[in-house]
């Protein structure tokens, strides 16, 4: 998806990710019938992981499953895999980079 610009006024992704997170279509399914027509295609016209639709299911259900497996997935402390990043909150220096 690097070439893609989800708020182009044209078209520019497939727009499925709506559908595929909300259980309209089983991403098992669209996985297998898209191999289905990965099938058909020359290989040397099919763009792969991650950027493939493969690539971003994949990607899709490697983040869900972190966010379902690691302890305050959404939060930076406590985060047993998030960096933690020794942020300063002295107001002169925040002041600078605002202004």
């Known amino acids: 998806k690097p070439k893609t610009s ?3 006024i044209t078209v520019d992704t497939t727009g499925l990710s709506a559908y595929v997170k909300h259980g309209c279509i089983s991403p ?4 297998h019938e898209l ?3 990965y099938a058909k295609c020359s290989a040397s016209k099919l763009s792969k992981p991650p950027v493939s639709l493969h690539g971003q299911l994949m990607w899709r259900d490697y983040n869900n499953l972190m966010a379902y497996t690691t ?3 959404d939060q930076m402390l406590d ?4 960096r933690q990043i020794p942020w300063d909150d002295d107001p002169k220096i925040l002041d600078a980079w605002k202004n």
């Open 28 to 31: 098992r399914r669209f996985y």
């Open 71 to 73: 302890p305050k997935f």
């Open 79 to 82: 985060n047993p895999v998030a």
């Open 35 to 37: 191999s289905k027509v």
């Open 6 to 8: 989800p708020n182009a």
